[in-house]
């Protein structure tokens, strides 16, 4: 078969009316999924997004320690059962279970929270850390 040029149906390429659908749906309630794949990926970015924004927050308050690790760890996986449960209303087993759609990201998010919330400390409050190490 000979392929025409300019075709948009290579590999690995997402069309535009499919990311649009899918972003249609994340932010509709009660969206029918017939894709299990597209659900989750909405949970997968929407938690990335999320922990950039906590880890914002956090470093600006500033928050430290194991305060800050298990307020995230709460905030989060709370987002995203609230979001799953209550706005979408997913089927829970169709998903194998609520804790596959809860754990979904969750270590890669949590890799951006820290990132965020490490650079946003120490970049707003390195005065005071280098004073309490030197105390």
């Given at each position: 078969m000979?392929?025409k040029?300019?075709?948009?149906d ?13 972003w ?44 800050a ?33 809860v754990?979904e990201?969750f ?6 929270f820290?990132?965020?919330?490490i ?17």
């Open positions: 000979v392929a040029s300019g075709s948009s290579k590999p690995g390429k997402v069309k535009p009316s499919h990311f649009a659908s899918v249609n749906r994340a932010i509709k309630p009660n969206s029918e999924w017939a894709e299990k794949d597209d659900f989750l990926d909405v949970v997968y970015w929407a938690r990335q997004v999320l922990g950039i924004l906590i880890g914002v927050v956090m470093g600006i308050i500033p928050l430290k320690g194991f305060v690790l298990a307020l995230f760890a709460l905030i989060n996986c709370g987002a995203v059962y609230l979001y799953s449960t209550n706005f979408q209303s997913i089927d829970e087993e169709a998903y194998g279970g609520m804790w596959e759609v754990k990201g270590m890669t998010s949590f890799a951006c820290l990132v965020t919330w650079i946003f400390y120490t970049g707003l409050h390195f005065d005071s850390v280098i004073i309490e190490k030197s105390i």
